[in-house]
Antibody, heavy 120, light 110 residues
Framework: EVQLVESGGDLVQPGESLRLSCGGSGFTFSTAWMSWVRQAPGKGLEWVGRSKGKIDGGTTYYAAPVKGRFTISRDDSINTLYLQMNSLKTEDTAVYYC???????????WGPGTLVTVSS | QSVLTQPPSASGTPGQGVTISCSGSSSNIGSNYVYWYQQLPGTAPKFLIYRNSQRPSGVPDRFSGSKSGTSASLAISGLRSEDEGDYYCAAWDDSLSGWMFGGGTKLTVL
C-alpha cells in the first residue's frame, strides 16, 4: 500500500525559510514522479512543483508563484522528498500535500498534509 | 482566477444525478488528459477519475468522467450524503509546464 507522510510544517515569519519533508513507502520511490500541491485555508488546490524520477532525469518543474523561491529535492536512499521554501510570504500559508504521479498520470496518492503558516 | 473553470457549487437530492463541468483551453484540456479529485470535509483529496474517464480501483461506477474538446465533465449518479464535498478537475498545461487545477465545486446533497 502506498503511503505518504509530510512533516516540517510550522509557523514562521515573512521572509524566513522552512523545509518540508515527505516520506514515501509501498512503491519504488526512486522512479516515482512526485509533486507538491498546496491548499490555502478555505481555498482550492494549487500545484507547487514536480520532481521526476531518477530514471527520467530527475527534472524539476515549478509553478510561477514559487519559482526562484522554492526548491524540490529528493533523497532516494531514504525515500524522502523535500520542499525547501525560502523568502516565505503570507500568501504561502497553506496545507502542503505530497503526491505521487502514477503511471496513468495525475496525482494518484496524497499524504495527509502539513500546515505552513506565514505570519508576523 | 484558475486556468480551469468550474462552477463554484452544485447540488442534488439523494438518488438524483449531478454533473460538474470543467472548462479549459487548447494548451491543457484540449491536448492532455483530465483528472478529477474528491475532497471530503477535513480530508486530503482522493483520486477519482484518471485519463478523462477511467476509475481507479475502489471508486464506485456512480462516478463517471468525459471530455470533449477543451471541456470535461464529472457525472455523479445516485447521489448519497457521503458524496458531499469538493470536487476538482486538473490537467497538465503545455504552455505553462505545470498542473492546473480548477477552482473546485462544492457539492451539496440536500
Amino acid at each position: 500500500e502506498v503511503q505518504l507522510v509530510e512533516s516540517g510544517g510550522d509557523l514562521v515569519q515573512p521572509g524566513e525559510s522552512l523545509r518540508l519533508s515527505c516520506g514515501g513507502s509501498g512503491f519504488t520511490f526512486s522512479t516515482a514522479w512526485m509533486s507538491w500541491v498546496r491548499q490555502a485555508p478555505g481555498k482550492g488546490l494549487e500545484w507547487v512543483g514536480r520532481s521526476k524520477g531518477k530514471i527520467d532525469g530527475g527534472t524539476t518543474y515549478y509553478a510561477a508563484p514559487v519559482k526562484g523561491r522554492f526548491t524540490i529535492s529528493r533523497d532516494d536512499s531514504i525515500n524522502t522528498l523535500y520542499l525547501q521554501m525560502n523568502s516565505l510570504k503570507t500568501e504561502d500559508t497553506a496545507v502542503y500535500y505530497c503526491t505521487t504521479e502514477g503511471g496513468y498520470g495525475g496525482h494518484s496518492h496524497w499524504g495527509p498534509g502539513t500546515l505552513v503558516t506565514v505570519s508576523s | 482566477q484558475s486556468v480551469l473553470t468550474q462552477p463554484p457549487s452544485a447540488s442534488g437530492t439523494p438518488g438524483q444525478g449531478v454533473t460538474i463541468s470543467c472548462s479549459g483551453s487548447s494548451s491543457n484540456i484540449g491536448s492532455n488528459y483530465v483528472y478529477w479529485y474528491q475532497q471530503l470535509p477535513g480530508t486530503a483529496p482522493k483520486f477519482l477519475i484518471y485519463r478523462n474517464s477511467q476509475r481507479p480501483s475502489g471508486v464506485p461506477d456512480r462516478f463517471s468522467g468525459s471530455k470533449s474538446g477543451t471541456s470535461a465533465s464529472l457525472a455523479i449518479s445516485g447521489l448519497r450524503s457521503e458524496d458531499e464535498g469538493d470536487y476538482y478537475c486538473a490537467a497538465w498545461d503545455d504552455s505553462l509546464s505545470g498542473w492546473m487545477f480548477g477552482g473546485g465545486t462544492k457539492l451539496t446533497v440536500l
